[in-house]
């Protein structure tokens, strides 16, 4: 099992281009998580999906991001135009969807807006 | 709205001693609670899983406690080593939702 995978590691862009974070979850795990570590404010949930379809985006913070899962094994998360306060690291994290499990992350991309 | 506090924020011991680290939770409705080890600049590794209905889970020289009722749990480390220094992060899984609610974290240091 490769775990959570999450593609760029790191990722440093200009004030208002677009970004796209990719996420691969665990096979066979229905749940899909993002979350946003800084330093003031530490992990917060983002958005997250069950079977591919959201179920609450109530953290997302702008309209400018966005997030998808066409798919069971893929997910991105986009912020289009990027700011400089987005700067973070962000996790992927998957589950198998039953509440007895825990939850594994991604590496995580560390996104530096500039 | 649940709230998970950890204390202290940082802790620096030497080498070979035992420590507890806290975690602390205002809503006792919870299905679990997750005890995570995070190094610099790295993602969260699971170190200990521990459902409502239970009371400890041991991992090696990790033991990790729970009570719901008070909204506590702690993370027992023993024999430190200087390996063992990291952030640790607790989490609550809420009932009724998936999210998963974290402390801010307690930054080990473990001085050899």
């Known amino acids: 099992d490769a775990g959570v995978i999450q593609s760029p590691r790191h990722e440093v862009t200009e004030m208002g281009q677009e970004v796209t974070l990719r996420c691969k979850p665990i096979?066979?795990?229905?749940?899909l998580f993002w979350y946003r570590q800084t330093m003031m404010r530490g992990l917060e949930l983002l958005i997250y999906?069950?079977?591919?379809?959201?179920?609450?985006d109530s953290g997302m913070p702008e309209d400018r991001f966005s997030a998808k899962m066409p798919n069971a094994s893929f997910s991105t998360l986009k912020i289009q135009p990027s700011e400089p306060r987005d700067s973070a690291v962000y996790f992927c994290?998957?589950?198998?969807?039953?509440?007895?499990?825990?939850?594994?992350f991604g590496s995580g991309t560390r996104l530096t807006v500039v | 709205k649940q709230e998970v506090t950890q204390i202290p924020a940082a802790l620096s011991v030497p080498e070979g001693e035992n420590l507890v680290l806290n975690c602390s939770f205002t809503d006792s409705a919870i299905y679990n609670l997750q005890w995570f080890r995070q190094d610099p600049g790295k993602g969260l590794t699971s170190l200990l899983l521990?459902?409502?209905?239970?009371r400890e889970q041991t991992s090696g020289r990790l033991n990790a406690s729970l009570d719901k009722s008070s909204g506590r749990s702690t993370l027992y480390i023993a024999a430190s080593q200087p390996g063992d220094s990291a952030t640790y992060l607790c989490?609550?899984?809420?009932?009724?939702?998936?999210?998963?609610?974290f402390g801010q974290g307690t930054r080990l240091t473990i001085n050899p």
């Open positions: 989490a609550v899984r809420i009932k009724g939702a998936q999210k998963l609610v």
């Open positions: 521990i459902q409502s209905s239970q």
């Open positions: 999906f069950n079977n591919n379809v959201p179920i609450d």
């Open positions: 096979s066979g795990h229905n749940s």
């Open positions: 994290a998957s589950n198998p969807g039953q509440r007895v499990y825990g939850y594994t």
